[in-house]
Structure formats: C-alpha cells, structure tokens
DNA sequence: AACCTGACGGACA
DNA sequence: CTGTCCGCCAGGT
C-alpha cells in the first residue's frame, strides 16, 4: 500500500532535510517557508515519513515547542524516543520539557521579487 | 464530486 | 493548566 510521494510531500521532505543536527523547527515554520496555508497539512506529510531516517522528521516539534509527534503518535513511548533522539543529538529542553528557544532552527527565506 | 481526517495553531472559556 | 471551536489544506475513500 506504498504510494509514490506527492510534490507537496517531496517539498516538506526537501526542506527539512535542510534542518542541522542539533536544531530543529516548527510546523508552523516549515509551512510558512513552504508557502502552506495549513500547518496540519505539513503534520500530515510527516505523519508516516517513508523516508526515515533520511529525512530527520524529529526535527520538527510543535509551534509551542513541546514534541508534537513522532511515528505517528504523539503520547507514549515513540514520543520519548524522539525526545532522546533530540538530546543526543544537543537539543536543549527546559523543565517542562519543551525545547529550548535557541535551539529553532531559521530557514534561510529568499524569493524572486516583490 | 462530496465528504472525512489530521504528528497544527490560535483564540477563548 | 484543561478543553472546545474554528480555519486551514493535502490526501484518502
């Protein structure tokens, strides 16, 4: 039941692969930068990444910087193992286990002209 | 074509 | 903090 990747998904994939180890980014961030109108559309492009670990889909948390979710959960222990996979990799999460501000990643933004 | 569903987000109670 | 509601839009049925 696999299905060849759509443009959108090839984009959201494209462009998160471009997150640094050791940063990460937001939903919301990422469909910005993609021209999306819908963050959940870029949640559901995520939602089963085909391309693990290629495309480092850990790397995107929610807007208000806790987890979101990973695996296509977003409780539990797939959710623990992103947090893990984070903090080895040097992300930084504050007592309520959200990420630590400094640690978003800013897309490089550039368009043809206004 | 006509719904339904989301790893969302922001507003509000 | 919790929960509800609504707008958003790509994909699935």
């Known amino acids: 039941m696999s299905r060849p990747p759509t443009d959108f998904e090839i984009r959201v994939y494209d462009l ?3 997150i640094p180890k050791g940063k990460v980014s937001t939903y919301a961030l990422v469909a910005r930068a993609l ?3 819908s963050n959940q559309a870029v949640g559901q ?4 990444n085909p391309f693990a670990p290629r495309v480092p889909c850990h790397r995107v948390v929610s807007a208000a910087l806790t ?4 695996n296509g ?21 504050d007592a309520q286990g959200r990420v630590h501000p400094a640690c978003i990643h800013v897309f490089q ?5 206004p």
């Open 73 to 93: 959960h977003r409780d539990g222990d797939e959710l623990a193992r992103k947090r893990r996979m984070l903090e080895e990799e040097g992300v930084r999460f």
């Open 109 to 113: 933004e550039w368009w043809p002209a």
């Open 67 to 70: 987890l979101g979710g990973f």
């Open 16 to 18: 998160i692969s471009t």
């Open 45 to 48: 492009a995520l939602r089963r």
């Open 35 to 37: 021209d999306c109108g």
